[in-house]
């Protein structure tokens, strides 16, 4: 099983509390996505990152002295958002950090796919963004097929837990014989499953927790999750498509 997450804007470096196992598997696309976003103005870049000035000029600064081999973070370590708040990689067990290792993948529009110990630096750049790189129109096309076939050479079940901008990268180019489960968090409202954005990114962050602290290695032992007060509530399954749904009590 292999758990698929988002990254997060917010990126730190840590050079000193763990170490990196290894350089990303992607690192050659990854250095063409670096020159393609070095050529570009200041304002287009603004542009590209829809963001404010402050952020923008971090960013532009990081990119111009971007070195994608020396002083590296570990993924896992360097991604500071909700969701990794809620996982707490730096306050967990030898034994959790081992199954990260070997079930857990990150989602990323710069790095295509991470290791948690895979060594990054700090980037923006989100998978919807629309550069065009190599003739192609955006992130999607440009990483087309390539991460959803290192998926399924590593596990024929993909645990879904990345928002569905990340996921659409790798979900529609997964062969049949990959499962893919997508986890849901949700409130009734109205007979409605709704869906907030901030609870989701806990609750993904609060499960990859939970599945290192149990170990858990298939899909069908998820069930049991029901922390943050959400409880397993139904699935639904159309080919080798799965998703489980987990509803929480509304505190109004």
Not at 57 to 67: F, T, V, Y
Not at 100 to 119: A, V
């Amino acid at each position: 099983m292999r758990i698929i997450i988002a990254p997060a804007k917010r990126m730190v470096v840590d050079t000193d509390s763990f170490a990196m196992d290894s350089l990303p598997q992607f690192l050659e696309q990854t250095e063409r996505l670096k020159a393609a976003l070095q050529s570009m103005s200041p304002q287009d870049l603004q542009a590209l990152w829809k963001c404010n000035d402050a952020i923008a000029k971090l960013n532009i600064e990081r990119l111009a002295q971007m070195d994608l081999r020396r002083n590296l973070t570990p993924a896992i370590f360097s991604y500071e958002g909700i969701q990794y708040r809620y996982m707490a990689p730096g306050v967990m067990e030898t034994a959790h950090l081992d199954y990260l290792r070997e079930h857990l993948r990150i989602l990323s529009g710069f790095y295509g796919l991470l290791r948690p110990f895979d060594g990054v630096t700090p980037y923006r750049l989100e998978m919807q963004a629309k550069l065009e790189v190599d003739s192609c129109r955006d992130l999607y096309q440009f990483w087309g097929d390539r991460l959803a076939h290192q998926l399924a050479s590593e596990t024929d079940v993909v645990l879904n837990l990345a928002s569905k901008e990340y996921s659409k990268a790798v979900e529609a180019h997964l062969p049949k014989a990959v499962r893919f489960v997508t986890c849901v968090f949700g409130e009734l409202k109205d007979g409605r499953v709704v869906e907030k954005g901030t609870k989701c990114k806990m609750a993904r962050g609060q499960m990859v927790r939970w599945l290192a602290e149990n170990q858990i290695k298939s899909p069908e032992d998820l069930l049991a999750f029901d922390h943050l007060g959400y409880q397993f509530c139904r699935s639904t399954s159309v080919g080798n498509h799965t998703a489980y749904l987990w509803i929480q009590s509304r505190k109004d």
